[in-house]
T-cell receptor, first 114, second 110 residues
Framework: GAVVSQHPSRVICKSGTSVKIECRSL??????MFWYRQFPKQSLMLMAT?????????EQGVEKDKFLINHASLTLSTLTVTSAHPEDSSFYIC??????????FGQGTRLTVV | GDSVTQMEGPVTLSEEAFLTINCTYT??????LFWYVQYPGEGLQLLLK?????DKGSNKGFEATYRKETTSFHLEKGSVQVSDSAVYFC?????????FGAGTILRVKS
């Protein structure tokens, strides 16, 4: 199947700093990418949907100024957690859709804010 | 709104045991239903799907049937292997967005 690479897989940062997470589709052009967040023992919650070349659409309750999403090309979307705080510690997962409607997922990023 | 409820885990089975992981959903209309699997250290992978009522999705020995009357999509496998140990997520689609259940950890012992 198609491959989506997410980087880094783990990151630890200090409170107040910003962290960037990359999501790349390696063998297909991703017209739409999604960012999810997963809390322990809870569902993956959709944070935002991004289409290449346009602004991301955020789900209700997600702060767009805190979670900056850029989808500048058909193979790359980035999520930047700005001024991170310990409550932002979580598992972040991206997914990408290309020509068909099947979503392919990255391996996830474990963010720990200390 | 749409939601998916899965049985809580972890589910621990011996090799060759029968597996059932329950999944029920709440949604308007008739969404497509999915099971995803996440092996340790890897991303989610589509395991199987069903797009309409009474459809049965199957893959790698796993099966699930879209039951409209009970709004369920239970995952089954007749004989599990140690390599099936993973986290299993039930999901429904609303357009191109997915709504996930909380995930069920499966541990298979040899």
């Amino acid at each position: 199947g198609a491959v989506v690479s997410q980087h880094p897989s783990r990151v630890i940062c200090k409170s107040g700093t910003s962290v960037k997470i990359e999501c790349r589709s390696l063998d297909f052009q991703a017209t739409t990418m999604f960012w999810y967040r997963q809390f322990p023992k809870q569902s993956l919650m959709l944070m935002a949907t991004s289409n290449e070349g346009s602004k991301a659409t955020y789900e209700q309750g997600v702060e767009k100024d805190k979670f900056l999403i850029n989808h500048a090309s058909l193979t790359l979307s980035t999520l930047t957690v700005t001024s991170a705080h310990p409550e932002d510690s979580s598992f972040y997962i991206c997914s990408a859709i290309g020509g068909n409607t099947e979503a392919f997922f990255g391996q996830g990023t474990r963010l720990t804010v200390v | 709104g749409d939601s998916v409820t899965q049985m809580e885990g972890p589910v621990t089975l011996s090799e060759e045991a029968f597996l059932t992981i329950n999944c029920t959903y709440t949604a308007t209309g008739y969404p497509s239903l999915f099971w995803y699997v996440q092996y340790p250290g890897e991303g989610l992978q589509l395991l199987l799907k069903a797009t309409k009522a009474d459809d049965k999705g199957s893959n790698k020995g796993f099966e699930a049937t879209y039951r409209k009357e009970t709004t369920s999509f239970h995952l089954e496998k007749g004989s599990v292997q140690v390599s099936d140990s993973a986290v299993y997520f039930c999901a429904l689609s609303r357009g191109n967005k997915l709504v996930f259940g909380a995930g069920t950890i499966l541990r298979v012992k040899s």
